[in-house]
């Protein structure tokens, strides 16, 4: 019962801190734009320091917490980044913003899923389960901060959306992860028991075996993808004449998808191999990339594709949580998740203003949707190449 409460507390922290942290620049870079008069490009540039940060962060964030356990990333994670959500209310200039988000990657890195997995890993027996149930809730993220950030910025402007956004954080989930976290294990039973009869290093092992690569190929062209949609589809399907109203119904739909798939995997109660979830979720994205790319602009189109992008990618957050010690081993979790993750983050820096200067280049969106279709299918085939054996 004690687990069940400590997965349910730390994922309704999981879904503020997620939702306010990450989702919060896509909803306000545009009225940023518009006030301060920056460019498109300078305005991804500062997000894309702060995710080139956290995937540097993340080895040794996951080290950390191999040894010492997550007390101290969650914790002082959910302060700073509620501290630094209110600075970001008061930034006027360019050097405060770039400033701003480098010290938000650390805390991607401390705070977010990797660190979360790590931790329910560790101390939770059916500790799948729970990372099931954490990202379940998780999903909600996009359906709830999506659509309050906007209507927030719209009725209050996007400082005060800010200083909110912090202050939820600094009021709940840095109370959250503090009480919760105070007894964490930094390791489970079964990685303890492989570390008395390991004689090297487990990330070491890892890396000599090709589904890690592939792996981290994967990740790297999947999340260029995923960090296209989530901080550029406002303004491709704006540049298509799709209202307002429907964008925000996309991306809150896009939410609920995730929980489906999840409910899905939840109702079969059995364990699930990872490499299938692998090939499945990248399939869904694929095909919901393609049909992006096709120039949707209405309402029944736009929701298919929200559906199945919803799905492949809440299915695959599992498999980013499940699929490291299915193929490596229970030893290190935190470690090799961390290693894996900078491929991931690498992505993630690139991938808006990689968009943004395809955009500013051609005047349209157009080769931004050629360029995820080809990113999306080599992922697709580098999933299948990693897992093909066990």
Request: glycine letters at 10%; hydrophobic letters at 60%.
């Amino acid at each position: 019962m004690k687990e069940t409460r400590f997965v349910l507390w730390l994922s309704v922290a999981q879904l503020l801190a997620g939702g306010a942290f990450y989702y919060s620049f896509a909803v306000l870079v545009g009225p940023m734009e518009r006030e301060l008069g920056w460019s498109k490009s300078e305005l991804y540039g500062a997000l894309s320091l702060g995710l080139v940060v956290s995937g540097l962060s993340a080895l040794p964030v996951g080290r950390w917490m191999d040894r010492h356990g997550g007390f101290w990333p969650l914790t002082l994670g959910a302060a700073a980044g509620g501290l630094l959500m209110i600075a970001w209310a008061f930034v006027e200039t360019k050097l405060q913003f770039y400033l701003l988000w480098a010290a938000m990657g650390v805390v991607f890195a401390a705070t977010l899923y990797e660190a979360a997995f790590a931790v329910v890993a560790a101390n939770v027996a059916d500790w799948r389960r729970g990372i099931l149930v954490m990202t379940l809730i998780g999903g909600f993220s996009i359906t709830i901060f999506i659509p309050l950030m906007h209507y927030i910025s719209t009725a209050f402007g996007w400082r005060t959306t800010l200083i909110a956004m912090g202050l939820a954080n600094l009021v709940f989930t840095l109370p959250v992860n503090a009480y919760w976290l105070r007894d964490a294990r930094a390791k489970g039973a079964a990685a303890e028991a492989a570390d008395r009869v390991a004689t090297q290093s487990a990330l070491a092992l890892a890396m000599r075996r090709p589904a890690f690569w592939g792996l981290g190929f994967c990740y790297f062209a999947f999340n260029i993808v995923v960090g296209t949609v989530t901080f550029h589809l406002i303004g491709l399907l704006g540049e298509r004449g799709v209202d307002p109203d429907t964008i925000v119904l996309v991306w809150a739909i896009i939410g609920p998808m995730h929980v489906v798939g999840r409910i899905g995997l939840m109702a079969l109660g059995a364990r699930v191999d990872a490499r299938v979830l692998g090939r499945f979720s990248m399939g869904c994205i694929f095909v919901a990339i393609v049909l992006l790319a096709t120039g949707i602009d209405t309402v029944v189109p736009l929701i298919l594709f929200a559906m199945i992008y919803g799905t492949g990618n809440g299915i695959l957050t599992i498999v980013r949580g499940t699929i490291a010690p299915d193929l490596f081993g229970p030893r290190d979790y935190a470690t090799i998740n961390g290693a894996l993750t900078i491929p991931f983050s690498a992505a993630r820096a690139i991938a808006p203003a990689l968009g943004a200067w395809l955009w500013q280049t051609t005047g349209d969106y157009a080769i931004v949707s050629i360029a995820m279709v080809c990113a999306m299918t080599a992922a697709f085939v580098a999933i299948w190449l990693a897992t093909i054996r066990k």
